[in-house]
Each structure stands twice: as structure tokens, then as C-alpha cells.
């Protein structure tokens, strides 16, 4: 079964609001066998609406639509949606009665009428109920497409898509069966990875495919298969899992979108009762935000002390002026003296530093831009490398970010 993904509204085309909408609706589909084809972002006009509409009947089993279910006049999708399908608005009674108590009861304040035409909906029209929010989805079919209009308020369009929409078409659809695994690799671009594992991608089953997923410092991979029986699908991903973790099990840190690198660390670290701090000067806390963005952190995090300026490094992380005269503010040294002082202030058992220059000037040090040093402290040692990683700057601090992760994690393992 396909769908396709419609947002409206101008806000998201003049890149005011990003749409977050389009990414979790597929994903949820994705899992009941549902696979989105494609995901369109239009204008709040009518006629647009309406030619969209049209090319997309009969091509698709389902048309989402998010946005334009306001009670502004700006907000049309119901007066489109009945031009649509030849119908009228009517005043449904559960949802009139919803939203008054919604308006008096819990936000304590008279309801307008323009509230109450939240109500009126297309008289065709299947109402898909929203407990936390005043505009209902809804759903219609025309010849083979199903249409459902949702609210673009993220929370209500999840809370419907939950409760009212996969229910709905696991309960009246027979679909096929769509299983991913991803496998989370670090330390080697995607060519690398691609030539070592070349034979092997090879030799997959047709109804399994590889998808190649790079960010600076790691790849992710992932396998789909689709089908109809569960349990084949099943067996033949777990099999060809198995077979590549032999090739590349040197650069494979973990499985499945859940468990990224910050994931692992945080395990293997409460496994071991070890705490970790981080003193950032390059990326800018964007480590300290991943480690401590896993639940349960407060377990091994104890914390970071992002010393983006050069006193801040002395004041805090007691790095020596003389240091910093003698071998620059970017250096091996500093780099060294700044993952001892926060291992040394926050008390922890491994420390990571940061030091580097992302560009696109040079700041306070005379080292190539892109150059960084990434500072790993263990229980028993200290080490340091250098990097370069190029420019422009967004990439040099997205590659150290994950370099200096993927180093701690193979020095944590080594304790295992």
C-alpha cells in the first residue's frame, strides 16, 4: 500500500516552521506496512489544493494531508475538501460538545462562535476524533484513494495518528509486512564502507535492499525487506546481519536508530559504574547535549564545561597561560591540560576535550582551519589526536563531535 504526505501552508514553503509532521507519519505507516512515496509541501490556495488532490486520486491508496484546519480564515482545507468530494459542512454534535468543554471546562473562558465552527465538518465525512484539540481529522474516500485531513499542531496530529488512524487501517487493510535494521557504523566514510562490504551487498536477497546513510564520522545502514510472510523477512534480515557483522565488526557500534552511539555509551558505562565529563571548546557543548540527551544520563554524566573562549579555559580548566603562549590555544598541549582539568573538577572516571579551529577565521591561533585535537582521558591514561577535517565549519564540528565519541567508546569497550 502507498501513500503520499501533503502539508499545506505557507509558512513551511517560506521556511518559517520546519515540517517535523511529514517525517513522523511516515514512520508510523512505515511500521503498519504503509510505504509513503513521496511527501509534498503546498500553498493555502485552493486551486493548488485542489489540482494536488486530483493528480494524486487513484495513484495512491492514501492522501495525508496536515495544516488548514484552523478556525481562521486563513485555514481552508475544509471548504476545500468539500469543493473536493461535492459536499457541505455540517455541525457535528460530539465534536461541538468536545470542544465546549475543552473551551469552558478546561480553559475556563466563554466559547466563541468561531470556536464552535470547529464543529462543521464535510456531511460525508468520517470524523476522526481529537481528544487534544479542538479540530477534528477526517476521513474520506473517492474511487481508490482514501483522503485524511489532520491538524498541522504536532501533538494533535500524533495523538490522531495513534489512536484513530493506524488502528483504522491495521483493523480494515491487508498489508504487507515491512522490516528494517539499521546498523550503526564509526570511524569510516561511506566509500570505504561500501568497497569492504561490496561481495557481501552483492549477494542480498532481491526483496532485501541496502540503503547507505552518512553523516560526518559515521554510516548508517539499512536493510529493508517487504513482503508477506513476517517470519521469512524476519530470518533472512537476522541471517545477512550476522554475515556482515563478521566483515565490519570493528566499525559497528550498534543496531537500529534507537541505539546510536550516546545510546552505547551510556550502557556500557552504567555496566561498568563509570561517570564521564566533557570540556568542549570547538563543539561548542554539542557532545555534553548528546551524552546527556539519553535517559537515564544522570547515572555516568557528570557534566561539561563548554570553555569556548581562551580565559575560560584558564579560569575553569586551569590550562596554563604559559601553555597557551607557547604552543597556541589549538594544540596538543592545551588539548591535554583541558582533559585532565575536567576529569580532575567534575571527579569522573573517562573525560573527553575538544580544542580545534572550525573557520572560518583563523581566532586566536595560527593553526590551520580545520585543524582539531580530541582529548581522551581513561582511568589509566591520557591521549591525544590530531585531525583535520577540512572545512566548512559545520562539518569540521559535526565530524569532531562523532570522532570524539567513537574514540571514548572503543576505550570503554576495552574494559569489558
Known amino acids: 500500500m502507498k501513500a503520499t504526505i501533503v502539508t499545506i501552508g505557507d509558512e513551511i514553503l ?9 517525517g513522523y507519519i511516515a514512520k508510523a505507516l512505515d511500521k503498519i506496512g504503509v510505504q509513503t512515496t513521496e511527501m509534498l509541501s503546498i500553498s493555502d490556495d485552493k486551486n493548488h489544493i485542489l489540482s494536488t488532490f486530483k493528480s494524486l486520486q487513484n495513484n495512491v491508496d492514501f492522501v495525508i494531508i496536515t495544516g488548514g484546519l484552523g478556525p481562521t480564515k486563513d485555514d481552508i482545507t475544509k471548504h476545500t475538501f468539500c469543493e473536493y468530494f461535492d459536499d457541505i459542512l455540517v455541525e457535528n454534535k460530539v465534536v461541538l460538545n468536545h470542544v465546549t468543554h475543552l473551551i469552558e471546562s ?6 466563541t462562535q468561531m470556536n464552535r465552527d470547529q464543529a462543521l465538518v464535510p456531511s460525508k465525512c468520517q470524523i476522526l476524533f481529537n481528544k487534544v484539540g479542538t479540530a477534528p481529522g477526517m476521513w474520506m474516500k473517492k474511487e481508490h484513494t ?9 501533538y494533535e496530529m500524533k495523538y490522531i495518528i495513534e489512536n484513530e488512524i493506524v488502528p483504522k487501517i491495521v483493523q480494515e487493510y491487508e498489508r504487507p509486512y515491512i522490516i528494517h535494521k539499521t546498523i ?3 570511524g569510516q566514510g561511506e566509500s ?3 568497497e569492504r562490504i561490496e561481495n557481501w551487498e552483492n549477494n542480498l536477497p532481491e526483496f ?3 540503503a547507505y546513510l552518512p553523516n560526518p564520522g559515521r554510516v548508517r545502514l539499512r536493510l529493508t525487506a517487504r513482503g508477506k510472510n513476517k517470519e521469512i523477512l524476519e530470518n533472512a534480515i537476522n541471517q545477512n546481519v550476522e554475515s ?3 566483515i565490519i565488526s570493528d566499525i559497528i557500534v550498534g543496531f537500529d536508530d534507537e541505539e546510536t552511539i550516546e545510546v552505547v555509551i551510556g550502557k556500557m558505562l552504567t555496566q561498568q559504574n563509570k561517570t564521564i565529563s566533557t570540556a568542549e571548546s570547538i563543539t561548542g557543548g554539542k557532545i555534553a547535549q548528546l551524552l546527556s540527551s539519553v535517559s537515564g544520563a544522570s547515572k555516568y554524566y557528570r557534566g561539561s564545561v563548554v570553555s569556548y573562549a581562551t580565559d575560560t579555559k584558564v579560569s575553569f580548566l586551569e590550562v596554563s597561560q604559559n601553555t597557551i603562549n607557547e604552543f597556541s590555544v589549538v594544540s596538543r598541549q592545551v ?3 583541558m582533559v585532565i582539568g575536567i576529569k580532575k573538577l567534575m571527579k569522573t572516571d573517562y573525560a573527553i576535550a575538544t580544542t580545534g579551529n572550525a573557520g572560518p577565521s583563523k581566532g586566536d591561533s595560527d593553526v590551520t582551519i580545520g585543524t582539531v585535537f580530541i582529548a581522551i582521558a581513561t582511568p589509566e591514561t591520557v591521549f591525544i589526536e590530531e585531525f583535520n577535517f577540512g572545512q566548512p565549519r559545520e562539518k569540521v564540528i559535526d565530524r569532531t563531535v562523532y570522532k570524539a565519541l567513537e574514540m571514548v567508546q572503543k576505550e570503554i569497550l576495552k574494559n569489558f
Do not use: C, M, W
Open 192 to 194: 570505504l564502507v561500501a
Open 14 to 22: 517560506i521556511g518559517q516552521i520546519i515540517d517535523t509532521n511529514s
Open 208 to 210: 532485501i535492499k541496502l
Open 335 to 337: 588539548a591535554t591540560e
Open 106 to 111: 478546561i480553559f475556563k473562558r466563554p466559547i
Open 184 to 186: 550503526l557504523t564509526y
Open 244 to 246: 556482515l557483522t563478521k
Open 146 to 154: 482514501v483522503y485524511i485531513s489532520l491538524p498541522g499542531v504536532p
